[in-house]
């Protein structure tokens, strides 16, 4: 069996405080359950090892974010080194009844700019590493925000490092006022800027709380992700409400990694698909580093099935399984499926499960009307998740009208969904790049990324992006003669190392910046990248 259906019904838990102030309900009724980082938090002066610790520190940084004279009402871009400290952050304005917007400090310098000018000048609340980002824009900076702080030094001499502390008035933003702002992938282009209320935000943590209680919250679940992204902030929440036990990872090499996982044995593992891929080389070591893993679980992009099979070959627990969500920052998880051991060599990646606690997925024609089954069109959704709106953007439809997902699938006859690729990546001829992408990487295992696009100028053809793992080398004929065996034709092979790809702070490559590399025969800019092009 390719998927499986998880059994959610519709009337799913609700978290039991709005966002600012569940850590502290949390705190009083679990305290003491582990709440762990792998590098030391920077603006806190106490260490933080439980929730109680975490609500601790949110009622500081409020009181402290308060002293510097942000109230309910002003908007505050988030811009911080990729670390769960930036959740305290987020915590404690949405006590204040302030605006959080979290922004990746991985962001190019001009799009942070482009992110704060949309925001209509807010506050900025920067680390070093925030700080160090925008670098040199000092000049620009006072006329796209208010004013930019810190909670620890960053040597900067235009961010106000904050000492001084207040008490703050708690006053949390009614329910269906906007409550958090988080930012698209930006796969394509500058990041869209998505605003959750606290119902929308309630309903991606609503599926996450039954599961998290299907489970049970014995063990330990080591995420690395990125902690701007909706994803994240679903998951503390979830977290907070049922007692589980985290380790949040911020640095995600894979020797780090290992010993992490061997140090705690958790029962739940999540990082991006294309993090894990890195992982897999550890995935044999006689440590056995998953082995205490249950449940492998990604949300951010289908991963490739190699990736999966040797995931599930290196737990040692007969249930161990792979948990699929698919969504996207504005619908939050539409549908959801798991992927036992004993199927995962029958598994067809792409294909991402069933809709599950409420939210609906179909398929449309051009004209929006459902396909029949088996027929490719273009994806859509229901979700209680979905957000109000984009920053600047225009009027949301209502709440029952079906959301675009931007990609294209098909349903299958079981009634579950197979996404085959990006709307604006589909090519013509080509029944699914994403298909193609991980039969290559099945029949290539000395790479750990493989890349398809449409380069516009070389006569339609497609070009090929192949990472090989550190010390391998890729034979780059057989790579274009099992193209040719997979029907992609004449693909041009360009060899990167994987520290060459555009990425997104979410860890996907920027598909739009990479076909304009390769258009432009701009090589990346280190001798170490552009190790060969062949056509």
Known sequence: ???????????????????????????????????????????YDKPVDTVGDFAAA?????????????????????????HIEVHAVMCALSRIGALPALISAAMEPGE???????????????????AARLTGTDNVLPAVTNRVVSLDETGAPWA?????????????????????????????????????STRSLFGMVAPQIALCRQYGSEGLAAKHLSFVHVRTCSGVLSFLEVAMPLLAIANPDADHVKQLLVQHRPVSVETHPNIYIQWERIAADPERPFGS????????????????????????????????????????????????????????GRNVG????????????????????????????????????????????DDDAWWPMGDVGRMLPDGSLELLDRIVDHVDGVASMLVAEDKLLDRFPELIEVVLVN?????????????????????VAQFQRVADELGLGGVAVHVWPWESMPLTGSYKVRRLQLRKRL??????GSPRQAQAVTR
């Open 112 to 130: 942070l700019l482009e992110c704060f000018a949309r925001l209509g000048r807010p506050w900025v609340v920067a680390d070093a590493a925030g």
């Open 293 to 348: 893993v249950q449940r492998f679980v990604s949300t951010f992009d289908a991963m490739h099935p190699r990736t999966i099979r040797t995931l599930l070959a290196a737990s040692d627990r007969p249930d161990a399984h792979y948990l699929q969500g698919y969504g996207q920052t504005e619908t939050g998880p539409v549908s959801l499926q798991i992927v036992p051991t004993a199927a995962a060599a029958t598994y067809e």
């Open 1 to 43: 069996m390719n998927s499986i259906p998880i059994q959610l019904t519709d009337e799913l838990p609700q978290p039991s405080a709005p966002l600012g102030v569940l850590p502290e309900f949390a705190a009083d009724r679990h305290g003491e359950t582990p709440f762990l980082s792998d590098v030391a938090w920077a603006a």
């Open 58 to 82: 949110v009622y500081d940084f409020a009181d402290r974010l308060w002293a510097a004279g942000i109230r309910r009402d002003d908007v505050v871009a988030v811009g911080q080194r990729n």
């Open 160 to 196: 106000s490092w904050i000492t001084d502390r207040g008490i703050h008035q708690a006053n949390p933003r009614p329910e269906d006022e906007w409550v958090a702002i988080t930012h698209s992938s930006g796969t394509t282009g500058v990041p869209k800027l998505a605003a959750h």
């Open 455 to 475: 380069v516009p100028g070389q006569d339609g053809d497609l070009a090929a992006v192949a990472c090989p793992a550190p010390g391998a080398v890729l034979d």
């Open 354 to 397: 069933f809709g599950a606690g409420g939210s609906r997925v179909r398929v449309v024609d051009p004209a929006g009307e459902p396909v029949p089954v088996g027929e490719v069109g273009d994806i859509e959704s229901r979700s209680p998740g979905r957000m109000r709106g984009y920053v600047g953007g225009s009027p949301m439809p």
């Open 519 to 524: 258009s432009s025969a701009v090589r990346p």
